[in-house]
């Protein structure tokens, strides 16, 4: 089976197919893992499905645990709280956070010692599609109606060394957020994001444009805002896919991004993809094999985006905040989902 992509969901699904007898080789397109990038929130339910492949208890081992978690406003005050407790006793295991070049070689390992084979610079139709939210089999098979759609939000997001915090943070401003998060090695991972018009961006001068937009708030942006260097600073627009009518086509399945690319808000998009690979090989053990795993992840993904989607409006108010507040708080109130 080949599988174009070699990213959390390609690698993860790589790994599950490999360990139930399928011969498996990966393309990817870039030459080799990412050696950069910022950290990622891997939940319950994804932590279950790195179990199922024999990786989980590598990515606890590698991650960090945050201890605390709140949404605040700029000027330090709480409008929540997120109960990390009673997550833990609700699903039995915890949030990590964990960089994705982390994530990525751990997968990797994983889906080599399983079988796998991972060809990279390499390029070639499959029958299993991972290839991110710019997907170009997803167009050439469905059409140009369900190209990825900018959101109307843009995120800059970084890595501070030698700052390291247990506290998982996000400060909610009018139309604009910031949020601050441990990684792996004593470090701090940074993100915001603004309700801007697509492709604004400021090249060689982020800096000054976060520091126009957050530069008054309290801690913990305050500190983080100090220690950004320009170098240092990753910025993109987010785009998200229309929901598909199915994610099988023509014998050709769609996982991870290149089916369902969410907003970032509830930080659900690289989980569902490992959930994606496992849900996968699984589902190929029983006759009906693609439409059955169409009909179990289709629905509750597309049902997840929406939620994404609903919170990523909530962070664009400019107005009403007090509204907003109240239904963040509401929200959290049954506890972040697992």
């Not at 978690?69 to 929540?80: C, H, Q, V, Y």
């Not at 049902?303 to 989607?309: F, P, Q, S, V």
């Amino acid at each position: 089976m080949d599988i174009i992509g070699g990213g959390i969901g390609g690698l993860a699904a790589a790994a599950a197919l490999a360990q139930i007898g399928r011969r498996v080789t990966v393309h990817e397109r870039d030459e080799a893992l990412p050696d950069t990038g910022t950290a990622l929130g891997i939940w319950p339910a994804a932590l279950r499905a790195l179990d199922q492949i024999g990786a989980g208890d590598e990515v606890r081992a590698a991650g960090i645990r945050p201890r605390r978690g709140a949404f605040l406003r700029p000027d330090g005050s709480t409008i929540a709280t997120i109960d990390v407790d009673r997550l833990h006793a609700r699903t039995g295991d915890h949030i990590f956070m964990l960089s994705r070049p982390a994530l990525l070689k751990i997968l990797y390992r994983t889906a080599v010692r399983a079988g796998a084979e991972v060809r990279f610079g390499s390029t070639a139709q499959g029958t299993i599609v991972a290839d991110g939210v710019f997907s170009r089999t997803r167009e050439r098979l469905l059409g140009p109606a369900y190209r990825a759609r900018y959101s109307g939000t843009t995120a800059w997001r970084g890595v501070i060394t030698g700052m390291p915090t247990e506290t998982f943070a996000e400060i909610w401003g009018p139309g604009v957020k910031f949020g601050v998060t441990p990684h792996e090695g004593g470090h701090t991972n940074w993100f915001a994001s603004a309700a801007m018009p697509e492709g604004l961006f400021h090249p060689g001068h982020e800096l000054q444009a976060l520091r126009r937009i957050f530069g008054s708030w309290a801690a913990p942006v305050r500190p983080v805002l100090d220690a950004i260097e320009e170098s240092g600073i990753l910025r993109h627009d987010i785009y998200v896919t229309p929901p598909l009518p199915s994610y099988v086509h023509e014998g050709i399945v769609l996982i991870g991004d290149a089916a369902h690319a969410m907003a970032p808000d509830l930080g659900r998009g690289a989980c569902e993809a490992l959930i994606d690979a496992v849900t996968l090989a699984a589902c190929l053990r029983h006759d009906q094999g693609l439409s059955l795993y169409d009909r179990k992840r289709r629905p509750a993904t597309q049902r997840l985006a929406r939620m994404a989607g609903m919170a990523a409006r909530l962070t664009r108010m400019r107005h009403a905040l007090p509204v907003r507040d109240g239904l963040l708080k509401v929200g959290m109130l049954a506890g972040p989902p697992g």
